[in-house]
């Protein structure tokens, strides 16, 4: 079974990119890899999801190396909105969800 | 807005008591995922439901129990509540199964005292 290890917190400043790295060293073939940013007593937010290589978006890429043991997630230009809790997230297709304890990442100006 | 709704959004009771968490899930999401989260603490999945049938079951006590019913929104049941139930309840749906987006809803805050 997958298990996840995100560092506990980051700390950068405006304009900067930001990359958080989550471990996975258990994943299995047909696992995804999710990231979510959550603000203070909302529900998470979905930001990007991958199965292998790079992935991007219009807020985020993704990074997940060849043997997909871990994933990095790059902010770029971050800004002080972008200070909030980020998961990753193990999800299989046998229903399995693994979440890291979040990564609680503070902008500074 | 996630399209995902839960009531109520706030709850305050006693030890000893049970209430029931509603949820419902964006239109055409099949799975339905329950969360818990304590204060400054991560998300702890609870149990998973897609299409009326349980998928999967994380960290949830036996006091507490779930289900799906047949119009897709969901029902999460907390009884003999303690203190240390306090905390944010999440639902969260999905179009079908664990790789899919989860859209989360707004939260339930369960204050037991």
Same mark, same amino acid.
């Given at each position: 079974?997958?298990?996840?290890?995100?560092?506990?917190?980051?700390?950068?400043?405006?304009?900067?990119?930001?990359?958080? !790295?989550? +471990?996975?060293?258990?994943?299995?073939?047909? %696992?995804?890899?999710?990231? $979510?940013?959550?603000?203070? @007593?909302?529900?998470?937010?979905?930001?990007?999801?991958?199965?292998?290589?790079?992935?991007?978006?219009?807020?985020?890429?993704?990074?997940?190396?060849?043997?997909?043991?871990?994933? !990095?997630? +790059?902010?770029?230009?971050?800004?002080?909105? %972008?200070?909030?809790?980020? $998961?990753?997230?193990?999800? @299989?297709?046998?229903?399995?969800?693994?979440?890291?304890?979040?990564?609680?990442?503070?902008?500074?100006? | 807005?996630?399209?995902?709704?839960?009531?109520?959004?706030?709850?305050?009771?006693?030890?000893?008591?049970?209430?029931?968490?509603?949820?419902?899930?964006?239109?055409?999401?099949?799975?339905?995922?329950?969360?818990?989260?304590?204060?400054?603490?991560?998300?702890?999945?609870?149990?998973?439901?897609?299409?009326?049938?349980?998928?999967?079951?994380?960290?949830?006590?036996?006091?507490?129990?779930?289900?799906?019913?047949?119009?897709?929104?969901?029902?999460?049941?907390?009884?003999?509540?303690?203190?240390?139930?306090?905390?944010?309840?999440?639902?969260?749906?999905?179009?079908?199964?664990?790789?899919?987006?989860?859209?989360?809803?707004?939260?339930?805050?369960?204050?037991?005292?």
């Amino acid at each position: 079974l997958a298990k996840t290890t995100q560092p506990i917190s980051m700390d950068s400043y405006e304009g900067q990119e930001v990359n958080i !790295t989550c +471990s996975h060293n258990n994943i299995a073939t047909n %696992d995804y890899i999710t990231w $979510y940013q959550q603000f203070p @007593s909302q529900g998470p937010r979905f930001i990007i999801q991958g199965y292998k290589t790079k992935v991007t978006n219009e807020v985020a890429s993704l990074f997940i190396p060849a043997d997909r043991k871990s994933s !990095t997630l +790059s902010l770029p230009r971050v800004s002080l909105s %972008d200070t909030a809790v980020y $998961y990753c997230l193990v999800g @299989s297709y046998n229903y399995q969800l693994i979440w890291g304890a979040g990564t609680k990442l503070i902008i500074k100006p | 807005d996630s399209g995902v709704t839960q009531t109520p959004k706030h709850l305050i009771t006693a030890t000893g008591q049970r209430v029931t968490l509603r949820c419902s899930p964006r239109s055409g999401d099949l799975s339905v995922y329950w969360y818990q989260q304590s204060l400054d603490q991560g998300l702890q999945f609870l149990i998973q439901y897609y299409n009326g049938e349980e998928r999967a079951k994380g960290n949830i006590l036996e006091r507490f129990s779930a289900q799906q019913f047949p119009d897709l929104h969901s029902e999460l049941n907390l009884s003999s509540l303690e203190l240390g139930d306090s905390a944010l309840y999440f639902c969260a749906s999905s179009v079908q199964g664990s790789t899919d987006t989860q859209y989360f809803g707004p939260g339930t805050r369960l204050t037991v005292l």
